[in-house]
């Protein structure tokens, strides 16, 4: 067992092999006692909401939970050299899409509002830094509280739904690690356009949203948004190739509107 292993309810039945991620929440590769490996992770604050996630989305379409004491989770372990970053840019573009669909359902009651992810997003990027972000962050404040006060729904969203979230299963693709949200499932596309973007296929862009059942002004209003967040965020982190890509985005977001 690992030195910073948290304890485990004896009915679980399994024990810590190894850490698999670090921070202060973490996972951790567990061998059950009847076989088999399971993974454990910590979620702080957001269990509550990513328990009430996992059981709301389809069981073919997510992480298996099997159980969960205080802000453990015990789920089904899935291999992570399986990801969907490693297939063909269509096939990442085409699986995001469809998987975005899957999980479109009604926000169970314990899910914070996407305002409050705008919030934090707001208050970690507040100071301007009189660089060419500044420009691009006022606006996207301004388009997220338009977004937010002009729609009435409360979707359940997986709120960082790229593909080294997505892992393979015998089952086909699963997502991972949600960081849930209730609102706009206009917002959770943007990982989407990314991968769209970043293939070169910008013109299958209305074809995607339109097959994801989105509209086409708001799904690009929340990726803009959603853009200008990384980019500033890369540029305050002094990555500068994170930020050159994040600037090749937005550029080519603005040419769609």
């Not at 073919?60 to 291999?79: F, P, W």
């Not at 929340?222 to 050159?244: F, I, L, Q, T």
Request: overall charge neutral; proline content about 6%; hydrophobic content about 45%.
């Amino acid at each position: 067992m690992t030195s910073d292993a948290p304890d485990l309810p004896e009915d679980w039945q399994v024990r810590v092999v190894r850490r698999l991620s670090g921070g202060d929440r973490g996972a951790w590769l567990c061998a059950a006692s009847r076989g088999g490996l399971l993974v454990v992770k910590r979620c702080g604050a957001e269990a509550q909401a990513t328990i009430a996630a996992l059981k709301a989305w389809p069981s073919d379409a997510r992480v298996r939970l099997l159980a969960h004491h205080g802000d453990l989770l015990l789920m089904e372990c899935l291999r992570h050299d399986l990801t969907l970053d490693a297939e063909p840019a269509g096939v990442q573009v085409r699986s995001l899409a469809q998987l975005a669909r899957r999980l479109r359902v009604q926000a169970p009651a314990e899910v914070p509002d996407l305002s409050q992810t705008v919030g934090e997003w707001g208050r970690r990027l507040a100071t301007d830094t009189g660089d060419a972000w500044d420009r691009r962050l006022s606006a996207a404040r301004r388009a997220a509280m338009e977004l937010l006060a002009s729609t009435g729904e409360r979707t359940l969203l997986h709120g960082d739904l790229h593909p080294g979230n997505v892992l393979r299963s015998p089952h086909g693709w699963k997502v991972i690690d949600p960081q849930p949200a209730a609102g706009d499932p206009a917002y959770d596309a943007e990982p989407v356009l990314r991968r769209a973007l970043d293939g070169g296929a910008v013109g299958l862009i209305p074809n995607l949203v339109d097959e994801m059942g989105l509209p086409e002004d708001r799904t690009i209003a929340w990726a803009k948004v959603r853009a200008a967040w990384y980019g500033a965020a890369s540029a305050r982190n002094h990555d500068r190739p994170r930020e050159a890509r994040w600037a090749r985005r937005l550029f080519w977001l603005d040419a769609l509107c």
